[in-house]
């Protein structure tokens, strides 16, 4: 997917290519994971609404943590449990996903400034 440490530098048109590439990855698995989070939330709290759930569900996809009192079900907690730690792992990766090519221009640059 980059180039080895012995070829040139990718040009700035394939960088940013990249850059788009893994930003657009990175939306959709959010999107994904933000529709299971807000179907989650709605279908196991008996009083949520749907914008509520998809406020919960965004709330802890951020980082932020849950929002809103709902009354959850035990299915609903283990749910909610579950999903704020995949969420955080995701959310995470992602940050790192759509970084990866800025990371390794910034050292393929050292490296060829080296020789």
């Known amino acids: 997917m980059y180039e080895h440490k012995q070829q040139p530098l990718a040009s700035k048109r394939i960088y940013y290519k990249r850059i788009l590439n893994n930003i657009g990855w990175s939306a959709f698995i ?12 709605y279908y196991l709290s008996p ?8 406020h919960n569900a965004s709330m802890i996809l951020a980082g932020m943590g849950p ?34 090519p800025a990371i390794h221009r910034f050292f393929h640059k ?5 020789k």
């Open 30 to 41: 959010i999107t994904v994971m933000l529709l299971i989070g807000t179907a989650g939330y």
């Open 47 to 54: 009083d949520a609404l749907l914008i509520d759930a998809f």
């Open 67 to 100: 929002v809103l009192e709902t009354k959850l079900t035990y299915a609903g907690k283990i749910f909610s449990s579950l999903y704020a730690l995949f969420s955080g792992v995701i959310f995470i990766t992602s940050i790192g996903f759509i970084l990866a």
């Open 110 to 114: 050292l490296h060829l400034e080296n």
